[in-house]
């Protein structure tokens, strides 16, 4: 992989690979469904491999997924002989780093040569110290929530869904307590004794000394508030010092319902704190109030004596929790907004102008940052949508979610004859956990038009079977040849890897 003259023309699309050539990487996705783990090898001017290992965790809702992440890590142990050359840590999501935690131990036996991490995670960065105050600050006040919802009798059907939709969130997303996240992230930078490698658009590309046939571009994450979607308004700068309208409503309602300090005065109230009966107390009948006796009968109690129209179940009626229904937007903002934070790399081929793409779990924030980025390299400029019309390999970004990936900026882009793409999902999982269509059918369909086919899934049927084939011929577009193990064909546990030559 010699290095051209930084001048040479570039081919406005990727050239095509003469049959027969070694592959330019390899790459072996694991299949745990939802959840990422990719390792990627090079060859050095040697002859000896380089390996990059993107993210390692798989979604709290996978049954035995501890269990499959150890196995997961024993195979890089045995492929790799425990050295990976960069560890790259996507984002702050425990479906891409829960194996730093869960097998730390196995972990702590590879010899990792960096970490590489995006600029939001780097505490020595006062923005990325901000939005990293923001998602502690929502996180406290989401968990709050959640506690409360918990311990709470007769939610309305509203309110029983926010309940649910916080646990996913807390639990799927972040960890189970929607804090072990944070130690998962911390545990992959320690397993180099190197500080991490932050990186954020802008600037030259990024080489590897050992690799002087390729380099790699960074997309994102973006810097704009806006693009990260934790804004307070369009072009608004997001308050992240105070966590928010949204943190500052939940958190001063949590704290108005367990303090029993007379002087607390909750700002957000519309009412004067001299106005009305707590409910407690209303409920309680401690208070000599006209309307105690109507909200026991009519808020507390099925009535002994409804009238024809009156339904005799009350719950309907309650809405003492549904102030905390604020936490469900407050949940999709961090959500979406930690998604938005997910390094995307592009690896490029100097010599043959192939691109190879991998978002981590970037949504439509983070790819629209891309549409004005320019690349000086050499004499000549290198833009976003030259990137992705010669990217010939795409890992599908939040496992084929509708929100993940654009169709103007996004998919009408990637133009290349010889795209290929694998999705890490897994439809089943999807469904069990209410997600709904995951991965969306509309980019499935443009997929499998783009790619005439070429698309792996983790939940492929094939994957599971002893010597199983793709549908797709191979060699085809950009992969020359595809080998899979199953983890246990028997029990029907699936693939554990898939592994595709690229060229």
């Given at each position: 992989m010699?290095?051209?003259?930084?001048t040479r023309a570039k081919p406005e699309a990727a050239?095509?690979?003469?049959?027969?050539?070694?592959?330019?990487?390899?790459v072996r996705h694991y299949c745990q469904g939802i959840g990422d783990c990719h390792l990627l090898t090079f060859k050095t001017q040697e002859g000896q491999p380089f390996r990059i290992l993107i993210d390692c965790g798989v979604h709290v809702s996978i049954t035995g997924g501890p269990a499959l992440v150890g196995d997961i890590v024993t195979d890089l142990k045995n492929e790799t002989g425990g050295l990976i050359d960069i560890l790259v840590v996507t984002h702050e999501h425990w479906d891409h780093v829960s194996g730093f935690l869960t097998a730390n131990?196995?972990?702590?036996?590879?010899?990792?040569?960096?970490?590489?991490?995006?600029?939001?995670e780097n505490p020595a960065d006062a923005e990325a110290a901000e939005l990293d105050k923001f998602k502690g600050q929502a996180l406290a006040a989401l968990q709050g929530a959640g506690q409360q919802l918990e311990g709470m009798q007769g939610l309305n059907p509203y309110m029983e869904r926010v309940r649910d939709g916080l646990h996913a969130v807390l639990g799927f997303q972040f960890g189970a307590a929607g804090q072990r996240v944070r130690s998962a992230r911390d545990a992959a930078a320690k397993l180099c004794a190197k500080p991490p490698r932050y990186f954020e658009p802008g600037g030259p590309p990024t080489s590897i000394p050992q690799l002087p046939g390729l380099q790699i571009y960074v997309l994102g994450p973006p810097r704009d508030k806006a693009a990260l979607r934790l804004e307070e308004q369009a072009g608004a700068m997001f308050p992240l010092a105070s966590g928010g309208p949204f943190t500052r409503a939940l958190a001063s309602g949590l704290e108005a319902n367990e303090t029993s300090d007379p002087g607390f005065v909750d700002e957000l109230s519309p009412f004067d704190d001299s106005i009305g009966t707590p409910l407690s107390v209303a409920l309680s009948g401690e208070?000599?109030?006209?309307?105690?006796?109507?909200v026991r009968k009519h808020y507390s109690?099925?009535?002994?004596?409804?009238?024809?129209?009156?339904?005799?179940?009350?719950?309907?009626?309650?809405?003492?929790a549904d102030w905390m229904g604020i936490a469900a937007d407050l949940a999709l903002r961090l959500d979406r907004g930690v998604n938005n934070t997910s390094l995307v790399l592009a690896f490029e081929f100097i010599d043959s102008g192939r691109v190879f793409l991998f978002p981590g779990d970037a949504q439509i924030g983070n790819w629209l940052s891309w549409k004005d980025l320019k690349w000086p390299v050499g004499q000549r400029t290198v833009t976003s949508a030259d990137l992705l019309a010669r990217t010939v390999y795409l890992k599908?970004?939040?496992?084929?979610?509708?929100?993940?990936?654009?169709q103007k900026q996004g998919f009408d882009l990637l133009t290349s004859a010889d795209l290929s793409a694998f999705i890490p999902t897994n439809k089943a999982d999807a469904v069990k956990v209410h997600w709904g269509e995951m991965p969306y059918d509309g980019i499935l369909t443009a997929l499998e038009t783009k790619t005439k086919g070429r698309v792996i899934r983790a939940d492929d049927a094939w994957l599971a079977e002893k010597n199983g084939e793709p549908a797709f011929a191979t060699p085809s577009g950009s992969i020359q040849a595809v080998r899979s193990v199953p983890r246990d064909a028997a029990r029907g546990l699936g693939?554990?890897?898939?592994?595709?030559?690229?060229v």
């Open positions: 010699s290095r051209k003259p930084a050239s095509a690979i003469p049959s027969g050539q070694s592959p330019l990487v390899t131990d196995l972990f702590k036996t590879f010899t990792i040569g960096e970490v590489w991490m995006a600029w939001t208070a000599d109030d006209s309307a105690v006796d109507y109690e099925p009535i002994a004596h409804t009238a024809p129209q009156e339904s005799p179940e009350q719950s309907w009626r309650r809405i003492d599908v970004a939040h496992h084929g979610s509708q929100n993940a990936t654009p693939g554990l890897w898939v592994e595709v030559d690229l």
